[in-house]
């Protein structure tokens, strides 16, 4: 497959001129736009609308907290807060088994019953009656969601080339903020259905979105799409053009041994890779999980603190797909991770600083929540779409998306115990975590950067040294 390297700073002319020829040139018949378009409909619609449910299903506690959950309950303490966090447990712990699973039993299997099953665990959380119940459906819709998000990623980095991921990573990375948005909009009305049936209104936005998350998953059974070597969808034409633009074929499906994962872990990019992520995580979960709390501290009913939660999501969306497209047009994921990060320390420096002036207050919590959803895709994508260099497609990224996103979302934990009631209304404590953790976050992306420097560099130097054999533009970098 030709590559490039897309750290050297070359036009995105010349790099592209040098990374299409085989396919196009291979199968002229095949309308390669046009097979674009057919991809992007086909694949990450379905993928979105899941991940809307997903979300949607495990952050709405937090709007259920700020009705009469906690006293009909009788939460105390730093229960609502272990509430939040035994979600994390099953949810780091499956996730490179769930990739492994995904892999042997079919995508549209396995998704499609990850999602039907945690929409009965939602449904149940409707009909909670103690902190010990709702702990148990909090732990296993923990285990049902484990697979989803890597499970997602895992796919759509086989259907697409490196220059061209990132838009559709970040379409799909969407759907938290669609989730969190919608969310915020659903549950102020749902708040107005507080006795209908004898039950309150907490109950009916776990046990409506419950059951619109089980139709979703029968509908996903028939509409997401597995690996290209198995799309029904495509001709065997169109099939072979796919795998052959995306450098994929099928002896390359590598089973994940015991060997693969330690060789994995040996590498230390692949740590810092998880660093940078699980640093970006912990403002995301705690926008997710305490923007509503926050922003009711700032005055707000409970109707204007949901919508309220809104126009920050807003802004996060629209710096989400600028970034996304100004990336790929350069073929850079460092800078715009670096300005995500940036973004984040400023509107925390700004929460530490300011309490009494509502309208500075909730423009940091907006530079916060667009920072934060901003970064979050470009990470995913740049050390991703890194994980394919040694030849072993499937086991490294098998392993390498699910590490991510486990690892990453353990910083979901740390999250949920930062803003504690009684720290209210400053949280000082959960925003110095955050800015330490983003501040961690920039020193494992400068790292990481200068890791994939050096190797690039190295293999330049090989390419250079090496008579005869393949040239520089058969060899495949790390992009920057």
Not at 34 to 52: N, Q
Not at 58 to 77: K, Y
Request: aromatic share 14%; net charge positive; glycine share 8%.
């Amino acid at each position: 497959m030709y590559t490039t390297d897309y750290g050297s700073g070359e036009s995105h002319e010349s790099a592209a001129r040098e990374t299409m020829p085989t396919a196009a040139q291979s199968f002229p018949s095949i309308d390669e736009k046009a097979l674009l378009r057919k991809i992007d409909f086909r694949v990450i619609p379905i993928l979105f609308i899941i991940y809307v449910a997903a979300f949607l299903d495990r952050v709405n506690i937090s709007n259920a907290l700020t009705m009469n959950m906690p006293s009909e309950l009788h939460l105390v303490g730093q229960q609502r807060n272990i509430a939040l966090t035994i979600f994390f447990v099953p949810y780091v712990l499956f996730e490179i088994p769930s990739n492994i699973l995904l892999k042997r039993f079919s995508p549209h299997v396995w998704l499609s019953g990850c999602i039907f099953a945690f929409g009965i665990v939602m449904l149940c959380q409707g009909f909670v009656k103690s902190y010990s119940g709702l702990l148990a459906t909090r732990f296993f819709l923990g285990l049902a969601e484990a697979g989803v998000f890597p499970g997602s990623f895992y796919i759509l980095s086989f259907w697409y080339k490196r220059e061209e991921s990132q838009r559709r990573f970040t379409v799909f990375w969407c759907s938290v903020l669609a989730a969190t948005a919608f969310g915020g909009l659903l549950a102020s009305a749902i708040a107005k259905m507080d006795g209908i049936h004898g039950l309150s209104n907490w109950r009916w936005i776990f046990i409506l979105e419950g059951m619109v998350t089980m139709l979703i998953a029968i509908a996903a059974f028939f509409l997401i799409s597995d690996f290209p070597q198995e799309a029904r969808w495509l001709t065997d034409e169109e099939r072979k053009f796919v795998m052959a633009r995306v450098g994929a074929n099928e002896e390359q499906g590598g089973a994940v041994t015991s060997g693969s994962i330690l060789a994995f872990f040996m590498d230390i990019k692949n740590i810092m890779g998880g660093i940078i992520y699980f640093a970006v995580i912990i403002p995301i979960y705690s926008f997710a999980y305490f923007a509503p709390t926050i922003i009711k501290t700032l005055g707000y009913s409970t109707v204007q603190t949901q919508l309220h939660t809104v126009p920050p999501v807003a802004a996060a969306l629209a710096l989400c797909l600028i970034t996304a497209y100004a990336s790929d047009y350069t073929r850079l994921r460092l800078p715009f991770v670096f300005l995500g990060t940036m973004l984040i320390i400023t509107g925390l420096a700004i929460l530490l600083t300011v309490h009494h002036t509502f309208s500075v207050q909730y423009l940091a919590i907006c530079l916060v929540a667009m920072g934060a959803f901003s970064a979050g895709p470009i990470i995913i994508c740049w050390y991703v779409m890194n994980l394919n260099l040694s030849g072993n497609n499937h086991a490294e990224r098998t392993i390498g998306t699910a590490w991510i996103i486990s690892f990453g979302n353990t910083g979901g934990i740390v999250a949920t115990f930062s803003f504690l009631v009684k720290d209210a209304p400053k949280y000082r404590t959960g925003y110095s975590i955050c800015m330490g953790a983003t501040c961690a976050g920039v020193l494992a992306m400068l790292a990481y950067a200068a890791l994939v420097s050096r190797e690039n560099r190295a293999m330049r130097n090989a390419v250079k040294a090496r008579e005869g054999g393949l040239g520089e533009k058969d060899v495949r970098y790390y992009s920057l």
